[in-house]
C-alpha cells in the first residue's frame, strides 16, 4: 500500500509504503529428502508464477535457517528472520509442516535533486514479530477449521490432495490478508462480548434448549447481536476462529441494509402471529425456490477424540445472528422445520435484545471524545473490548489513534509476554501521550492518555479512574 505525503514547496513528495505480503509457502523436508527431489518438498507456494528454481531455493534457505537455530534449542526452533528489507516468520503447526509467510519490511522512498535515483529507507523496527506471527497461525487455524489438519488429508487422499487443499484455501484467504492494518488485535484474536440482563440471557438459554431439543440433528447453537457474542456452546479455541471467521469475512458480505425486514431474499411471513425475519446467510438464500441449493460449509470442531466435521448454519433476524453446528448433509425439510421454528422465536428475541442494547447505549451516556481510549483482554475467557478500533475488518481497519502509538501497545505487550509476573508500564510518547499498559491476573489492560502536562501521579490516578468506571467489577492489582 502506498501512501504519499507532501515535502517541501518544490512539489517534491515522499512515498510511504507500508508492509505487505511478498511470498507465502508450505512445505515439508521430509517429501523430498535427496538431491534432485527438492521440489517435491514445497506443498504451496504464493505467488505462483514465481520460477522453480527460485521456489526450491527460498523454501530451502528456510530449511537451512529452521535446522541452524534447531542446534542452539532444539526444543524452540526460529520463529523469525529479520532482515533490511524484509521479514520471514516460520510457523510448524504439525510435525515436519512449516508454514513460512515472507513481510516487505515497511518503507519511505526520499526524492533526490539533480535527477538521482531516490533514497529508500527500510523502516525495519517499525514490524513487531509478535503481530505478523499471530496472521501466520491464523491463516493455519482459518485452514483447520473448513478442512482439518494437514494429516487428515494426507491420509485421505495422499500428498495430492493435500496440494489441492491447499491451493484452493489459501489462493482466495491470502486475498484478503491486510497486512497493513494487523495490531495488538491479532495477538489477542479476542471476542467482543455482548452485556446482557439476566432475564434476556435466561430467554437465551431457553429458547436454545428448546431449538436443540426439537432438532437432534444441532450439536452446537450461539448467538451474536451487532458482532458481539452473547452465548456460545462451543469449545473456546474453536469459537475464537469462527468469531474470527463470521465478523470478518462472512457478515461484511451479508451487510446490506435490512429496513424491517424488506430486503430479505425471504418474504416475512407471519407465523403463529409474529411477524417472521429470518433468512439464512449459508445454505438457500430463498426456501421458496424450487432451484434451492442445500450446500452448507462444513467445518471441523475439536472433539474427544480429534476432531469432528459437521455443517455450519448461520440464520439471520436483523441485527442478531444465530449459528447452528449440525451433524449430517441437510435437507429441504429440515431447513423448512428449522426456519419455521427459530424464525418466529429469534424476532423477539432480537427485539429484547435491540431494547437491551438501547438502554446500554442510554447508560453509557453520549458519545463524546472521551479523554482516554483503551483496549481490554482477558486471556481466560478471550473477552475483549476496544475504543481505540473504530472499525476491525478483514479488509480495514481505522485506529482513531497515530500508528505510532500502536507500536507502544505492541511493545508493551512484548515486555508483558516475556515475564509471568503482574506488572504495569508506563511511557510518555514524543507525541505528548502517555501509555500505560497494566498486566494483572491473565488481564491486560492498555490506556492512551492526551493529557500533554500531566506529571506520572496525575496519569496514575487518571488510570485507576478509569478502572473504577469502566472495570468496576475486574479486580486490577495495584
Known amino acids: 500500500m502506498l501512501m504519499i505525503s507532501p515535502k517541501m514547496a518544490s512539489g517534491m513528495q515522499e ?66 528472520l529479520h532482515t533490511q528489507k524484509n521479514r520471514q516468520f516460520f510457523f510448524e503447526p504439525e510435525e515436519n509442516f512449516w508454514m513460512v509467510m515472507v513481510v516487505r519490511n515497511p518503507m519511505i522512498e526520499k526524492p533526490n535533486k539533480d535527477g538521482k535515483p531516490p533514497t529508500v529507507e527500510y523502516q525495519e ?62 495477538v489477542f484474536g479476542g471476542i467482543s462480548f455482548f452485556p446482557l ?28 447481536y451487532n458482532d458481539q457474542l452473547i452465548w456460545s456452546g462451543l469449545e473456546q479455541d474453536d469459537m475464537r476462529i469462527l468469531y474470527k471467521y463470521l465478523t470478518t469475512s462472512l457478515f461484511p458480505r451479508h451487510s446490506e441494509p435490512e429496513l424491517a425486514g424488506r430486503d430479505s431474499p425471504m418474504r416475512p411471513e407471519v407465523a403463529g402471529n409474529l411477524l417472521h425475519y429470518g433468512r439464512f446467510l449459508t445454505g438457500p438464500t430463498n426456501l421458496k425456490d424450487p ?17 469432528e466435521e459437521l455443517h ?3 440464520y439471520k433476524v436483523h441485527s442478531l445472528v444465530c449459528f447452528l453446528i449440525a451433524s449430517v448433509e441437510l435437507t429441504r425439510e429440515f431447513c423448512e422445520q428449522l426456519d419455521s421454528l427459530v424464525g418466529p422465536q429469534l424476532t423477539l428475541l432480537a427485539s429484547d435484545i435491540c431494547e437491551q442494547f438501547t438502554i446500554n447505549r442510554r447508560i453509557s451516556g453520549p458519545e463524546k471524545e472521551p479523554q482516554f481510549k483503551f483496549i481490554y483482554f482477558n486471556h481466560m475467557n ?42 504495569e508500564i508506563i511511557v510518555k510518547a514524543m507525541t505528548d501521550y502517555w501509555v500505560v499498559g497494566k498486566k494483572s491476573d491473565q488481564r491486560e489492560l492498555y ?18 479512574r ?13
Open 197 to 224: 440482563d439476566k432475564m434476556t440471557y435466561l430467554k437465551i438459554q431457553s429458547f436454545v434448549n428448546r431449538v436443540e431439543e426439537s432438532l437432534s440433528l444441532i450439536k452446537y447453537t450461539a448467538f451474536l
Open 291 to 307: 432451484e434451492a441449493k442445500f450446500r452448507f460449509p462444513k467445518i471441523f470442531v475439536s472433539a474427544e477424540d480429534g476432531y
Open 15 to 80: 512515498k510511504q509504503y507500508t508492509p505487505s505480503l511478498l511470498s507465502f509457502f508450505i512445505y515439508n523436508p521430509t517429501f523430498g529428502p535427496r538431491e534432485g527431489e527438492e521440489e517435491k518438498k514445497i506443498l504451496f507456494y504464493h505467488p505462483s508464477d514465481v520460477e522453480k528454481n527460485e521456489k526450491i531455493r527460498n523454501v530451502g534457505l528456510c530449511e537451512a535457517i529452521v535446522q541452524f537455530t534447531r542446534t542452539f534449542c532444539p526444543t524452540k526452533p526460529a520463529k523469525s
Open 125 to 186: 523496527e517499525e514490524m513487531l514479530d509478535t503481530v505478523y506471527g499471530a496472521v501466520v497461525r491464523q491463516c493455519y487455524s482459518m485452514y483447520k477449521l473448513f478442512n482439518g489438519t494437514f494429516s487428515r488429508a494426507m491420509q485421505a487422499g495422499g500428498v495430492e490432495l493435500l496440494m489441492q487443499k491447499l491451493e484452493k484455501f489459501f489462493y482466495r484467504y491470502l486475498q484478503t490478508l491486510h497486512l497493513q492494518s494487523c495490531d495488538l488485535l491479532d
Open 466 to 478: 478509569l478502572c473504577a468506571t469502566q472495570f468496576n467489577n475486574i479486580f486490577f492489582l495495584d
Open 382 to 423: 478471550l473477552a475483549e473490548k476496544s475504543t481505540i478500533h473504530m472499525r476491525k475488518t478483514a479488509s480495514v481497519c481505522l485506529t482513531s489513534v497515530h500508528p505510532d502509538l500502536m507500536k507502544i501497545l505492541g511493545d508493551i505487550n512484548c515486555d508483558f509476554a516475556r515475564v509471568d509476573e503482574d506488572e
Open 447 to 464: 490506556v492512551i492518555l492526551n493529557q500533554k502536562n500531566a506529571n506520572l501521579i496525575e496519569v496514575n490516578e487518571e488510570v485507576k
Open 312 to 314: 455450519l448454519i448461520v
